[in-house]
């Protein structure tokens, strides 16, 4: 039986095949259009997006392997390798040490709106939008949105849950640098069980949610650790992450080529079905 490991590894050895079948499969179509330049672009895009899928299957090992002194930590650091000659960083991050978003309180979204920065008129918009979006009816807040507001952009408030996070850069007074400060931090994929974790947390979530609030002591050896200046609890390697939810980020790069992508995965401790994707960008 392999163990949960040898799954992983497998994986990534299927990943090369299909990185080989790929590349020999764009070759020929350049042959047959006789527009080699444009398919060679197309296969370095192929040849990228499997360095990314290798980087995603080697931290599902990584974070499956029954070898504790060989598992991954959900600390939230990078870690650097590299795959067919491209150079990946991969950074794993814990959902459960960022802010649930369908179940944040009022308080908690003001504070986290104005730690990216809102203020004044801003931050009541983008309050009182937030708080249209996810409720059942139809009338706006004083600053906030409804379907009439959002007419002339082609969508509608869900009335409902977010159901992911790039639907908070949806509403009613979010800018590309608050969203950018606050998506990193907020999570739909919390999980139903388990409560806010300090030690794999998010800085931002951490200064909402932490007993100590902002600016404490807390918060900065958080800051220390993801710098890699303070060592992370060995806790984080030993933790049993079956049924955990976890973001792994891939950046792939060889000369000017670049790539990154992410993918939210749940452990399964099943050797013959080892993780289930939540989500794929």
Same mark, same amino acid.
């Not at 952009?153 to 800018?175: D, Q």
């Given at each position: 039986?392999?163990?949960?490991?040898?799954?992983?590894?497998?994986?990534?050895?299927?990943?090369?095949?299909?990185?080989?079948?790929?590349?020999?499969?764009?070759?020929?179509?350049?042959?047959?259009?006789?527009?080699?330049?444009?398919?060679?672009?197309?296969?370095?895009?192929?040849?990228?997006?499997?360095?990314?899928?290798?980087?995603?299957?080697?931290?599902?090992?990584?974070?499956?392997?029954?070898?504790?002194?060989?598992?991954?930590?959900?600390?939230?650091?990078?870690?650097?390798?590299?795959?067919?000659?491209?150079?990946?960083?991969?950074?794993?991050?814990?959902?459960?040490?960022?802010?649930?978003?369908?179940?944040?309180?009022?308080?908690?979204?003001?504070?986290?709106?104005?730690?990216?920065?809102?203020?004044?008129?801003?931050?009541?918009?983008?309050?009182?939008?937030?708080?249209?979006?996810?409720?059942?009816?139809?009338?706006?807040?004083?600053?906030?949105?409804?379907?009439?507001?959002?007419?002339?952009?082609?969508?509608?408030?869900?009335?409902?849950?977010?159901?992911?996070?790039?639907?908070?850069?949806?509403?009613?007074?979010?800018?590309?640098?608050?969203?950018?400060? #606050? !998506?990193?931090? $907020?999570?739909?994929?919390? =999980?139903?069980?388990?409560?806010?974790?300090? *030690?794999?947390? @998010?800085? #931002? !979530?951490?200064? $909402?949610?932490?007993?100590? =609030?902002?600016?404490?002591?807390?918060?900065? *050896?958080?800051? @220390?650790?993801? !710098?890699?200046? $303070?060592?992370?609890?060995?806790?984080?390697?030993?933790?049993?992450?079956?049924?955990?939810?976890?973001?792994?980020?891939?950046?792939?790069?060889?000369?000017?080529?670049?790539?990154?992508?992410?993918?939210?995965?749940?452990?399964?401790?099943?050797?013959?079905?080892?993780?289930?994707?939540?989500?794929?960008?």
């Amino acid at each position: 039986m392999r163990s949960r490991g040898d799954s992983g590894f497998a994986m990534i050895a299927a990943l090369v095949a299909v990185a080989a079948f790929g590349f020999i499969s764009f070759q020929l179509i350049a042959q047959d259009r006789g527009v080699l330049a444009e398919v060679r672009g197309e296969a370095e895009q192929a040849k990228l997006t499997a360095a990314c899928n290798a980087g995603l299957m080697l931290a599902i090992a990584g974070l499956a392997n029954p070898d504790l002194t060989q598992r991954w930590g959900i600390d939230g650091r990078s870690r650097s390798g590299s795959f067919n000659g491209y150079a990946l960083t991969v950074t794993v991050e814990d959902e459960r040490g960022k802010i649930p978003l369908n179940g944040i309180i009022m308080d908690e979204a003001r504070q986290l709106f104005q730690i990216a920065g809102a203020s004044g008129d801003q931050l009541k918009t983008l309050i009182d939008s937030f708080e249209d979006w996810e409720d059942v009816d139809n009338t706006p807040r004083p600053n906030g949105a409804e379907a009439p507001q959002y007419a002339s952009l082609g969508y509608k408030p869900r009335n409902a849950g977010f159901h992911t996070v790039e639907e908070l850069h949806m509403i009613k007074g979010m800018t590309d640098d608050i969203y950018n400060r #606050v !998506a990193p931090a $907020v999570t739909v994929f919390f =999980g139903e069980s388990g409560g806010f974790s300090e *030690q794999t947390s @998010q800085i #931002v !979530a951490l200064e $909402v949610l932490g007993e100590m =609030g902002a600016n404490s002591m807390q918060v900065q *050896q958080r800051q @220390q650790q993801l !710098a890699g200046t $303070v060592a992370m609890p060995a806790s984080l390697t030993k933790a049993n992450l079956i049924g955990r939810t976890l973001t792994v980020r891939v950046e792939a790069r060889q000369g000017g080529a670049y790539m990154k992508r992410s993918a939210i995965v749940e452990l399964t401790g099943n050797p013959a079905d080892p993780y289930w994707l939540r989500y794929l960008d």
